[in-house]
């Protein structure tokens, strides 16, 4: 019995193997070539002297790599409660029997679809000064102020939040969606019949019956915040005066401005052990929930 089960089993390696094989060239291969990199001093051209732990010492005493992770660490703070609570009350919107169904589906996913320089784009269009869209809407409304979105600090927290929730809230809105549909009708019919109030019905059945998903889209939220780069990049550049640059910008600027590869996959490293901690903290947290 036991050979019939491994010669079935054998038949899927020739399936298996072509993945597998690009998997640890693309993945398990640059995880040990990357912390050999942090280990010697590293350029874009060759590899040089032997420097140990050098480079993780530099970054512990290194104030922009604390700034660049607090600035992360805070983008990480606005956004994701909001994306959750965004999300669920669009699924919530989006799960309702009403004829606009279809279009509030359609409408709260179409902007996850669109790459990150298309909504750089837009958003730049729109928060311009003088002749930008956000600030022509204030003017028509009779609001005279000018403001300067990517020229002050917390407008440009403000305008990067609300451009990340817009652009990523859709595919969060859908996982929690699929939740919803799996929740059984019975289970509303049977509270219907001991008199529950619609918050009630959420309270008691709705939030209960998502709190596993809920718990996938905070992970995953939180991973994804964390390696926030490309779209602040191209709508502040990190600024003004560096107050909106990302740790993943840091990095890039240093392996591939400075030249300093070596350095640059030490950070990687160190962001990698925060999101790997995060991680078992999450799901120890999710385990304890579901015993």
């Given at each position: 019995?036991?050979?019939?089960?491994?010669?079935?089993?054998?038949?899927?390696?020739?399936?298996?193997?072509?993945?597998?094989?690009?998997?640890?060239?693309?993945?398990?291969?640059?995880i040990?070539?990357?912390?050999?990199?942090?280990?010697?001093?590293?350029?874009?051209?060759?590899?040089?002297?032997?420097?140990?732990?050098?480079?993780?010492?530099?970054?512990?005493?290194?104030?922009?790599?604390?700034?660049?992770?607090?600035?992360?660490?805070?983008?990480?703070?606005?956004?994701?409660?909001?994306?959750?609570?965004?999300?669920?009350?669009?699924?919530?919107?989006?799960?309702?029997?009403?004829?606009?169904?279809?279009?509030?589906?359609?409408?709260?996913?179409?902007?996850?679809?669109?790459?990150?320089?298309?909504?750089?784009?837009?958003?730049?269009?729109?928060?311009?000064?003088?002749?930008?869209?956000?600030?022509?809407?204030?003017?028509?409304?009779?609001?005279e102020?000018?403001?300067?979105?990517?020229?002050?600090?917390?407008l440009?927290?403000?305008?990067?939040?609300v451009?990340?929730?817009?652009?990523?809230?859709?595919?969060?809105?859908?996982?929690?969606l699929?939740?919803l549909?799996?929740?059984?009708?019975?289970?509303?019919?049977?509270?219907?019949?001991?008199?529950?109030?619609?918050?009630?019905?959420?309270?008691?059945?709705?939030?209960?019956?998502?709190?596993p998903?809920?718990?996938?889209?905070?992970?995953?939220?939180?991973l994804?915040?964390?390696?926030?780069?490309?779209?602040?990049?191209?709508?502040?550049?990190?600024?003004?005066g560096?107050?909106?640059?990302?740790?993943?910008?840091?990095?890039?600027?240093?392996?591939?401005?400075?030249?300093?590869?070596?350095?640059?996959?030490?950070?990687?490293?160190?962001?990698?052990?925060?999101?790997?901690?995060l991680?078992?903290?999450?799901?120890?947290?999710?385990?304890?929930?579901?015993?």
């Amino acid at each position: 019995m036991n050979k019939k089960l491994w010669a079935h089993d054998f038949k899927a390696i020739p399936f298996l193997l072509p993945f597998f094989v690009a998997y640890v060239i693309f993945t398990i291969l640059p995880i040990f070539k990357g912390l050999e990199m942090s280990l010697y001093d590293w350029t874009l051209v060759r590899k040089l002297d032997f420097v140990g732990f050098a480079n993780y010492k530099d970054m512990f005493v290194d104030p922009h790599f604390w700034r660049t992770l607090w600035n992360t660490t805070l983008f990480v703070i606005l956004t994701t409660p909001t994306m959750v609570l965004l999300a669920l009350g669009l699924a919530l919107l989006a799960n309702m029997n009403t004829k606009l169904q279809t279009f509030f589906r359609g409408s709260f996913f179409l902007p996850s679809i669109l790459s990150v320089a298309v909504i750089s784009f837009l958003a730049i269009f729109m928060l311009q000064p003088y002749s930008g869209l956000i600030n022509t809407i204030l003017h028509t409304i009779g609001i005279e102020a000018e403001p300067f979105w990517m020229a002050d600090k917390t407008l440009a927290w403000v305008s990067i939040v609300v451009v990340t929730l817009w652009w990523t809230v859709g595919f969060n809105m859908v996982l929690f969606l699929a939740g919803l549909q799996d929740i059984p009708e019975s289970l509303y019919e049977a509270s219907e019949i001991d008199g529950a109030t619609r918050w009630e019905q959420f309270r008691y059945i709705t939030l209960p019956q998502l709190m596993p998903i809920g718990r996938v889209v905070l992970l995953l939220q939180i991973l994804g915040s964390y390696k926030v780069f490309a779209q602040i990049l191209l709508i502040t550049g990190g600024g003004p005066g560096g107050a909106t640059r990302p740790l993943i910008q840091y990095i890039y600027e240093v392996g591939f401005t400075q030249n300093n590869l070596g350095y640059a996959a030490t950070m990687s490293y160190a962001l990698f052990f925060i999101l790997l901690i995060l991680s078992i903290i999450q799901l120890r947290n999710q385990r304890s929930g579901e015993s």
